[in-house]
Structure formats: structure tokens, C-alpha cells
């Protein structure tokens, strides 16, 4: 069963900086994609950013140029790096990795609040 922990949410200003961190228990080179997707109020999930396992990747249009999605050396541990956040960037922060066979697995969530 794979395991993911996201980590790094919390209460930033507007024009700050957050680092997402998303743990997963085996290597992320073994998933088809990794993508963050976010909860915000009001309105459904929405990814916002994607990883393939080739490296290849892509951002939500409300996110480009200010999000950049990454992952680590030893490929255990996808990382969200938000910068010039909004206060609409409101909003609970999942980890999501969909293996080849198409079966998907979800952290349980980290909240991250932008608000003067």
C-alpha cells in the first residue's frame, strides 16, 4: 500500500513563499504522475501541478510562472515550491500519485492559509 505525507502548509502573507513536501513510501520514478491538487472553498479539487515519471511537467493556468513542482534526488519526496502566493491560493494542499495501472493514492492533506 502506498503512503503518502505532505507536509510544509501554514499561514504566509499574500507575496509569500510556502515549500510543499510530499513523502512518498517508494520511489515516485515508479508512478505515472505525481500531482498536487488543492481543495479550495467553495469549489472542487483542482490540479494544479503535475510530474510525470519521465520528469515532465505541467501547471494549472492559475498557478504558472508562481508554483514549480519538483522532486528529489532519491525520488522519494515531491516538493510544491509556491511563490507570490494569493489569498486565493487558500486552500487544503493533497498529494496525489497515480500509478501505471491507474490506480490513485492520496495524502491525507495540509492546509495552507494566505492571509495579511
Known amino acids: 500500500q502506498v503512503q503518502l505525507a505532505e507536509s510544509g502548509g501554514g499561514l504566509v502573507q499574500p507575496g509569500g513563499s510556502l515549500r510543499l513536501s510530499c513523502r512518498a513510501s517508494?520511489?515516485?520514478?515508479?508512478?505515472?504522475?505525481m500531482r498536487w491538487v488543492r481543495q479550495t472553498p467553495g469549489r472542487q479539487r483542482e490540479w494544479i501541478a503535475a510530474?510525470?515519471?519521465?520528469?515532465?511537467?505541467d501547471y494549472a493556468d492559475a498557478v504558472r510562472g508562481r508554483f514549480t513542482i519538483s522532486t528529489d534526488n532519491d525520488k522519494t519526496t515531491v516538493y510544491l515550491q509556491m511563490n507570490s502566493l494569493k489569498p486565493e491560493d487558500t486552500g487544503v494542499y493533497y498529494c496525489?500519485?497515480?500509478?501505471?495501472?491507474?490506480?490513485?493514492?492520496w495524502g491525507q492533506g495540509t492546509q495552507v492559509t494566505v492571509s495579511s
Open positions: 517508494e520511489s515516485t520514478s515508479s508512478f505515472a504522475d
Open positions: 496525489n500519485a497515480v500509478t501505471p495501472g491507474k490506480t490513485a493514492y
Open positions: 510530474l510525470s515519471g519521465r520528469g515532465f511537467t
